[in-house]
């Protein structure tokens, strides 16, 4: 039985993304925002999604690649008739001292060898499948009319052709500049050629001032560009994944809009920028964050929009979805929930701002006021049930992953207080930290030698991994080695592999692991010591990337990839478990 892959390559240019498969179709692009209604969109729904797709007459096979370390996609196909490819750019670049990043996609079609027969299709939809666009043709464009503002198709080749959806003969190269806005008022060829090779550049530049272990370089490469890929640069924030509605395994009905950004993954995605020495992002997302924080006064969301704004209410669209699976979701729910381990990692990933020496934020004595009220929402939640971080929508519980970082906030805290020298703060955040490993300790199963998921339970859950790699429980001890033991011994699979649980939840007993937990996995494992363990587990779950390097959310037991995709939280995990192994391997230092 074949895998199930996301056989697509993604583009973007922290305005927009793009997902392309190896047939160079596009199959999912969302415009003006990332969370906007797709106008192409057959990821969901082949009919109602809209197509922009370029292909042979015939027979043929294709090779998917990326351009050496940068986020710009080849698609070269091969026919009985000749050869070609198609590269696809979200131009972005440095110009007049801003970065360019336009509401763009380029698309370049070149010969490489015979005489090939192609056919083009541009066909966008509006409102989520729901209308499409009227097309009114040019000399050398054509514009689509029904959304906000209009979108413009300019390319040198045939009108008629596209129009039409008539196969032609391709003999020279083509270039399709597709705009949603300000349209392309420019020589086509010369400005295409130009954008495309100053956006090459432009990563290949980005790529040498990433810091990287000399051991899984490409894989941390690619993870940095992913994770780049989705940091909406208007606003700082970063969303968890560019789709919605992919299910977590076929029919599982866990079909969720990831097009969001989850303060849960705020810690784990600073301390990523932060290995990776892009200090630019980790300060954009923390300026997001803080914005969040001003503006709301009683509690904190789980998630807000790019915009740091609520989501939109949670709905079903009457879309077929992605292998036929229900429901197709927009907004997500999960805005209303409590989740009480989002002060902590806040407060946990404030801290690199202030003890990084890399790092000259003139600000630090104004976040105070911040670190007082984190706390206090620590204090004010520390014995209230909650969903927890796996978002359950009917159970509430005193979980462990939120004491921690009850725990973990407050020792934050305690640091930044020194820093500050200032003992009326430290004293607060000592008494926190206190009462919260207090509370940790009652969630511990004495007889089975584990922590579980929650007060009171006996459930396990691959989130308490992170009591290890966090330092709650001193990775030399004993009682972290049987702790991880006990884990393993029930949520590992033979490919090491992780379950978040195996108790049934809202829907039903999980059937796919979460991939994250694997890579928090490979990071405890280096942590207690058992490096070449580690590294075993790490080679095996980098097996189950696509053609690409690029990881999804959930993987079955076959391999199959699930979930939506790509998810910025597992590249995360690899980044983070990546630069474990390489500290505790004690290599000569990081090639920048």
Not at 163 to 176: A, D, P, V
Not at 193 to 208: G, H
Not at 277 to 296: A, C, S, T, V
Not at 474 to 500: I, M, N, V, W
Request: aromatic letters at 12%; glycine letters at 6%.
């Amino acid at each position: 039985m074949t895998k199930h892959q996301y056989n697509l390559g993604v583009i973007g240019n922290c305005s927009y993304l793009a997902y392309i498969d190896k047939q160079a179709s596009i199959k999912w692009l969302c415009w003006p925002r990332f969370d906007s209604s797709f106008v192409f969109g057959s990821l969901l729904d082949n009919e109602k999604g809209g197509e922009f797709s370029i292909q042979p007459e015939g027979e043929f096979t294709t090779e998917q690649f990326y351009f050496e370390n940068t986020n710009v996609l080849c698609t070269e196909f091969t026919t009985p008739q000749g050869r070609f490819r198609v590269l696809d750019c979200a131009p972005r670049f440095n110009q007049y001292e801003r970065t360019f990043r336009p509401l763009m996609l380029v698309r370049k079609i070149e010969i490489l060898e015979g005489a090939p027969s192609i056919k083009i299709v541009c066909n966008p939809r509006t409102d989520y499948g729901q209308g499409g666009s009227a097309h009114v043709v040019g000399s050398n464009h054509i514009t689509f009319t029904g959304y906000d503002t209009p979108m413009r198709l300019t390319t040198n080749a045939s009108l008629s052709y596209i129009q039409e959806q008539t196969s032609f003969i391709l003999n020279k190269s083509l270039y399709l500049v597709l705009t949603y806005g300000e349209p392309l008022e420019a020589p086509l060829k010369t400005t295409a050629e130009d954008f495309i090779n100053k956006t090459i550049r432009y990563w290949q530049d980005w790529i040498k001032s990433t810091y990287i272990p000399d051991i899984y370089q490409a894989q941390v490469i690619r993870s940095a560009l992913v994770l780049k890929l989705h940091q909406y640069e208007d606003t700082g924030g970063i969303i968890a994944s560019g789709t919605t509605s992919l299910p977590e395994h076929d029919g599982s009905q866990r079909t969720w809009d990831y097009r969001y950004c989850w303060f849960r993954d705020s810690y784990y995605t600073l301390k990523a920028f932060n290995e990776i020495g892009h200090f630019d992002e980790l300060e954009k997302y923390f300026e997001f964050i803080e914005n969040i924080l001003m503006r709301n006064q009683e509690r904190i969301s789980p998630l807000y929009t790019i915009k740091g704004e609520e989501p939109p209410e949670e709905i079903h669209l009457p879309l077929a979805g992605y292998l036929d699976n229900q429901p197709v979701r927009i907004g997500n729910k999960a805005f209303e929930q409590i989740q009480n381990d989002v002060y902590g990692q806040i407060l946990v990933g404030l801290l690199p701002l202030f003890t990084d020496k890399r790092l000259t934020l003139n600000k630090r004595s104004s976040f105070r006021p911040l670190i007082v009220r984190l706390l206090d929402w620590i204090e004010k939640t520390m014995d209230e049930p909650d969903a927890g971080l796996w978002e359950f929508r009917n159970v509430k519980q005193v979980h462990t992953y939120t004491l921690l970082f009850h725990w973990a906030g407050s020792e934050a805290a305690c640091k930044l207080a020194r820093i500050l020298k200032d003992e009326e703060l430290f004293e607060k955040a000592d008494r926190l930290r206190k009462q919260a490993a207090i509370q940790l300790e009652m969630c511990y199963d004495t007889e089975r030698k584990v922590y579980s998921q929650a007060m009171g339970v006996t459930h396990l859950d691959a989130s308490t991994l992170k009591m290890i790699t966090m330092n709650y429980l001193d990775p030399t001890s004993e009682k972290a080695k049987l702790h991880l033991r006990e884990l393993e011994s029930l949520l590992k699979t033979e490919q090491g592999l992780f379950y978040r649980y195996l108790h049934p939840d809202d829907f039903g007993k999980p059937h796919a692991t979460f991939l994250v937990c694997a890579f928090w996995y490979v990071d405890a494992l280096a942590c207690v010591g058992r490096v070449d363990d580690a590294r075993k587990t790490l080679d095996t779950i980098l097996s189950f990337s696509n053609h690409l390097g690029i990881f999804s959310e959930d993987v079955g037991l076959d391999g199959s990839q699930w979930g939506n995709y790509p998810q910025t939280y597992s590249h995360v995990g690899l980044i983070n478990a990546v630069f474990r192994i390489a500290k505790k391997m004690d290599l000569p230092g990081y090639l920048n």
